[in-house]
């Protein structure tokens, strides 16, 4: 298995080094004089390093940038397809892989349905001849792959790959240990709501926030929480499971075993079950429901109301107990945000002495539902080059 301490290649063994990554990942071309004043570091220093970077094949020259008199600056620029990541979200929908590079463009895209009983080895074997099919495909070398993310509905320990609840896909206590060799660079693993606040955070609407929670909507609902440009986990990695904190007492049953709980009434599924609730004519997609909502059909119109209704009750409470600057609407449902936003607002900033509109701002995202596999993606990227847990 490729490790970090065979990367050589990618000339990252001191912190220079990493700064040096980090400013050209986000800024994508700079002068070296310019690298030298934002890092506070010397010319010379900034050329040994970037001439490091660019024998591994990770930044290069491109040209010369203008200026008002003497020598013009050298441009240093970030590769893009130097390295490549792959990225797989697994949910009760299915597995969705995606292979990006560096600047996190997605290159290939394909989704699996899961295999019967949710065989996670039948996945991973799935996974890997994917894998193997894609980089012959696009005759990518696997030296070239600085790993794969997975992003899973779940709490999962990052660190052990273990997986210790993810009931929307009835996995438990789950070892992914035994999956390292399978293939020739590392594994990495995420909550799939932190791994949307991430790529939100670096590639999104987020890029500037420094607090906020990215609120997942889905088959199920859950939070990433991003505190002075940290994700926050908690002691036991449970932080940010509001999907399922008590909206109903005695409510609906969840299948985490409790009832009630915020995700019964503000998933996807939720929203789905109201309409039939409401209409003769059976729904099974949310974009079928919007579509009626926009057509003013009553049934859909009373369901997105019920429904805004319990989203707000949840809103309000992440507002009470982590008072964000910002709350990002992502996954499924915000793709149909916008229709419903002002109302949701009304519903959340309804008069009261604690807070108001000005406090906390709710935006939608602008990743939508490819945050968490693109998330996912960013996970050996954010090892490698970057400070483990903080935003690049």
């Known amino acids: 298995m490729l490790k970090i301490s065979d990367l050589d290649l990618l000339a990252i063994k001191n912190s220079n080094n990493k700064a040096i990554l980090q400013l050209l990942y986000k800024n994508k071309k700079l002068t070296k004089q310019e690298i030298s004043k934002v890092l506070n570091i010397s010319i010379p220093t900034v050329t040994h390093n970037i001439n490091a970077l660019i024998e591994e094949g990770i930044v290069r020259e491109a040209g010369v940038a203008d200026s008002t008199g003497g020598r013009k600056p050298v441009v240093i620029e970030f590769i ?13 929908k299915g597995l969705r892989l995606i292979l990006t590079n560096l600047c996190s463009d997605i290159i290939e895209d394909c989704s699996f349905d899961l295999p019967e009983k949710n065989n996670i080895s039948a996945m991973m074997t799935i996974l890997k001849e994917e894998i193997e099919h894609i980089l012959h495909k696009r005759h990518i070398d696997e030296n070239k792959v600085l790993g794969v993310g997975l992003a899973i509905h779940g709490v999962v ?54 607090n906020m929670v990215y609120v997942s909507i889905q088959r199920g609902v859950g939070c990433g929480i991003v505190i002075q440009d940290y994700v926050y986990k908690g002691k036991n990695r449970r932080a940010g499971e509001f999907g399922h904190m008590t909206v109903v007492v005695d409510g609906m049953q969840c299948n985490c075993g409790k009832k009630g709980c915020w995700e019964m009434y503000a998933s996807e599924k939720a929203l789905i079950d109201m309409r039939n609730k409401f209409g003769d004519r059976e729904v099974t997609s949310i974009s079928d429901i919007f579509a009626e909502y926009q057509d003013g059909k009553a049934e859909a119109v009373k369901a997105v109301q019920e429904y805004i209704k319990y989203l707000a009750i949840g809103l309000q409470n992440i507002i009470l107990i982590l008072d ?5 609407l992502g996954g499924s449902i915000s793709k149909y945000a916008d229709l419903f936003l002002d109302e949701l607002n009304r519903k959340v900033f309804i008069p009261n002495s604690f807070y108001s509109e000005n406090d906390t701002k709710i935006i939608i995202s602008k990743l939508k539902e490819n945050a968490s596999v693109l998330g996912a993606s960013l996970l050996p990227l954010q090892h490698i080059f970057f400070t483990d847990n903080k935003i690049i």
Do not use: Q, T
Not at 81 to 86: I, L, Q, V
Not at 324 to 328: A, D, L, M, N, Q
């Open 80 to 92: 893009p397809d130097a390295r490549y990541a792959f990225g797989a979200e697994l949910s009760n």
């Open 157 to 210: 320990d990052e660190e052990s790959l273990f997986v210790k609840l993810a009931p929307n896909i009835n996995l438990k206590d789950y070892s992914f240990k035994m999956y390292e060799d399978w293939f020739d660079f590392p594994i990495y693993m995420e909550n799939e709501s932190n791994a949307a606040a991430l790529a939100e955070s670096i590639l999104g609407v987020a890029k500037s926030f420094r």
């Open 324 to 328: 964000p600057h910002y709350i990002i």
